[in-house]
């Protein structure tokens, strides 16, 4: 029984390694068996997440970008410092008060009621005009100088442009012509003691200080060339009408300038004693119908 069972191992096993051997010597074909599925891929698309927006009217969900209280509007805003619609704080420059006092203009109507020769073209079409201008191009140089030299009284302003405007015949020279003396000229026709400190006011680097020692009475004498190089520095619109003023604010003999006593609105005396006493000038009752005629028109 023992043998039998043995025997019939021994088979079993024989033939377990008989088909063993066979399998290893004839493979198995591949070309008819279905291809292998591709791996998955390691990164898998996870869709986005979808926050849900969190309702208006949830006040548990307040908006991150409002950050005003709204108990205090405004309150959390910095452009919104300084309330300017708050009449108790204005701006700081409303709270500079100026110290520089308002000046009078002249404007081209009251040059041509009050100096009429100069209206239009004036007298520039003269074969004699040297150094011509019509009110239409005075008004400008004339409220230059007014704001320069801060001349803020209207008896001064009719003053000087009443004195002006009788020396240049109503604009028409800047420099004498009749006398042909040397160095005079401006509007306000000033004799060369006066030019000469008024060039180097104005030009101290091409006025030299010798050159205030110059004399000469007529054309022909040596220094009456360079005495009217002097001139002609302040011979240009604004130089010229700016003369009258420069002079009643640096020049005229005694306190013009912004005196009460002196120089008051529409008062002629006062305009006389200017000329001849202040200015030195010869008196003229020609000046009397000018400055009436420059006083009513500045009115």
């Known amino acids: 029984m023992r043998f039998g069972v043995t025997l019939i191992a021994l088979c079993v096993l024989a033939h377990v390694g008989l088909a063993t051997k066979c399998a290893t010597k004839a493979p198995v074909p591949t070309d008819n068996l279905p291809a292998s599925p591709d791996p998955p891929s390691e990164t898998t698309s996870t869709p986005p997440a979808v926050e849900n927006p969190a309702s208006p009217e949830d006040p548990a969900s307040p908006d991150d970008n409002n950050t005003e209280d709204p108990a205090n509007p405004g309150e959390n805003d910095p452009g919104n410092d300084t309330n300017l619609d ?16 308002d000046v009078l203009k002249v404007t081209a109507d009251q040059l041509d009621k009050g100096v009429p020769k100069g209206k239009g073209e004036g007298q520039c079409g003269a074969s004699d005009a040297e150094g011509c201008v019509p009110n239409s191009k005075a008004v400008d140089p004339i409220n230059k100088a007014i704001a320069k ?12 442009l009443a004195l002006m405007a009788f020396e240049s015949d109503s604009w028409k020279y ?54 009217n190089e002097v001139r002609a520095l302040v011979l240009g619109d ?58 009513s028109a500045l009115k």
């Open 238 to 295: 604004d130089d010229s009408f700016g003369a009258g003023f420069w002079f009643l604010t640096n020049r005229v003999e005694g306190d013009y300038h912004n005196n009460e006593k002196k120089l008051r609105d529409g008062n002629f005396e006062d305009f006389k004693t200017y000329c001849t006493e202040g200015v030195q000038a010869g008196w003229d009752d020609g000046r009397k119908t000018v400055w009436d005629s420059i006083n």
């Open 174 to 227: 800047n420099i004498n012509i009749s006398k042909h003396q040397p160095g005079q000229g401006t509007m306000a026709m000033m004799m060369y003691p006066s030019i000469y400190p008024y060039a180097k006011y104005l030009y101290p680097n091409k006025v030299k200080d010798e050159w205030a020692k110059l004399d000469a009475e007529t054309e022909s004498d040596p220094d009456s060339s360079k005495m």
């Open 86 to 101: 708050d009449p108790a704080s204005p701006p700081e420059e409303d709270k500079q008060e100026s110290t520089t006092p």
């Open 149 to 160: 030299y801060k001349i803020t009284r209207r008896g001064e302003i009719v003053a000087v």
